[in-house]
């Protein structure tokens, strides 16, 4: 720190120049991540109240009730009318509670989880900070959980199974109709993680596209992670969880005696809490509606067909699998794929690379311009020397 403060004008220069070398969404070369430039709607309305805390509800009691109504939204856009939850951080914070709930109901039967090889690193951490005896199942060829699988692993300590809609790797979809029966006949505990499939799935059947079940319609489903921070179009930070009613929420309750705003009860792993992401979240939800969002799935949804198609053009190229939602696995017969993404990475391409592919997920700051020159990068970094 320096002995003497500096004007804001001289430190707001030193910062553009400090923040040159990140990426910016609106460059194009951002292909790989679930994030997005949040919608300017949702950026005036985050910056205007920065200041609520969500996290001590007696001195905030009107941004409280507008989370309420923000969980409300986003449970009846999942087929929920009991629905409850929080606007969490992330999708990481949002999986960790759900398995802490999980735990606190029934952690005298057990503290085993089943979940998909292809889950999100974040239940490795839920696994860690509870203590739960993760097992990672296997997956089928189309890279969905193998139910069957699933059906072996169950033991009399299982206590909760987890359903991806929307893979991290490749944006497939489990069958969550079938962990929900299961769920039901072995009375455990399912956690749907829809981060990004929450804001897609919904509009897919509207667009003429499948759109597999996963949410509460389903009667196994205790509780759904749903991101405004990624496809919800969002600011930072901004993770979604809901579950089916108040009395799932209350398990992990911890009584907060002493806040500004009078005793208050905490289910969520951070204290303080932004209310500037719920009120962005709430007013962002209202001011797209369904149709602002089925046109930015539209848009999404296009833009991967036209990659997907582009790939599928390019000798040496191929898809692991059709695209479910905006993402896109691009695997090579002719490079190791670790290498394609190093050469791409050198020329500026901000890419996701998984064992056997290198993934894209098609977000709402991405334009037809920006896949053409990724398609054209892609086909003449496959033939460098
Ligand atoms: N769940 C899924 C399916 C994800 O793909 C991700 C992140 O990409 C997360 C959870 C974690 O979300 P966050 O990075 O917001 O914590």
Redesign the pocket.
């Known amino acids: 720190m320096n002995d003497k403060g500096q004007t804001p004008g001289r430190i707001k220069k030193e910062l553009k120049k400090l923040l040159h070398k990140d990426h910016s969404f609106a460059q194009g070369r951002i292909v790989g991540s ?1 994030c997005t430039a949040p919608h300017t709607f949702a950026r005036e309305i985050f910056s205007r109240y920065i200041d609520k805390n969500v996290g001590d509800p007696g001195l905030f009691p009107a941004t409280t009730a507008l989370e309420t109504q923000t969980v409300s939204m986003l449970g009846r856009l999942l087929s929920c009318e009991t629905v409850s939850g929080f606007i969490l ?5 949002a ?1 960790i509670v759900a398995l802490w709930t999980a735990k606190m109901l029934h952690k005298a039967k057990g503290n085993e989880v089943l979940v998909p090889e292809s889950a ?1 690193f ?1 239940f490795d951490k839920a696994a860690s900070l509870l203590e739960l005896n993760l097992k990672k199942i296997r997956l089928k060829d189309d890279f969905t959980v193998d139910i069957e699988a699933v059906k072996k692993q169950l033991t009399t300590k299982t206590i909760a199974i987890v359903g ?1 809609a ?3 790797p490749l944006g497939v979809v489990d069958p969550i109709p079938e962990l929900s029966q299961l769920a039901v006949e072995r009375g455990l505990y399912l956690h749907v ?1 829809a ?2 499939g929450g804001f897609v799935l919904p509009f897919l059947g509207g667009l003429g596209r499948p759109s597999p079940r996963f949410d509460f319609s389903l009667p196994g489903v205790s509780s759904i ?1 749903i ?1 405004p ?2 496809m919800g179009m969002s600011v930072i930070p901004g ?1 979604g969880l809901l579950y089916r009613n108040a009395e799932l929420s209350a398990a992990v309750n911890v009584f907060v005696p002493y806040l500004a705003g009078g005793e208050t009860a905490q289910a969520t792993v951070v204290g303080t809490r932004s209310g500037a992401s719920v009120l962005a979240t709430w007013a962002l939800l209202k001011h797209l509606g369904k149709s602002g969002y089925t046109e930015v799935v539209r848009r999404c949804m296009e833009l991967t067909d036209f990659l997907a198609e582009g790939v599928r053009r390019i000798d040496g190229l191929y898809l692991p699998c059709e695209p479910v939602l905006n993402v896109v696995g691009v695997a090579s017969r002719k490079l190791p794929v670790q290498e394609l993404a190093a050469r791409l990475r050198r020329r500026g391409w901000a890419l996701s690379l998984f064992p056997g592919h290198i993934r894209v997920v098609l977000m709402p700051h991405l334009k037809r311009k920006h896949i053409q020159n990724f398609l054209a990068a892609l086909a003449s970094t496959l033939n460098d020397r």
């Open positions: 679930m951080t992330g999708g990481s914070e999986n999100h974040s991806i929307g893979t991290t993680d981060a990004l992670t991101d921070h990624k993770g």
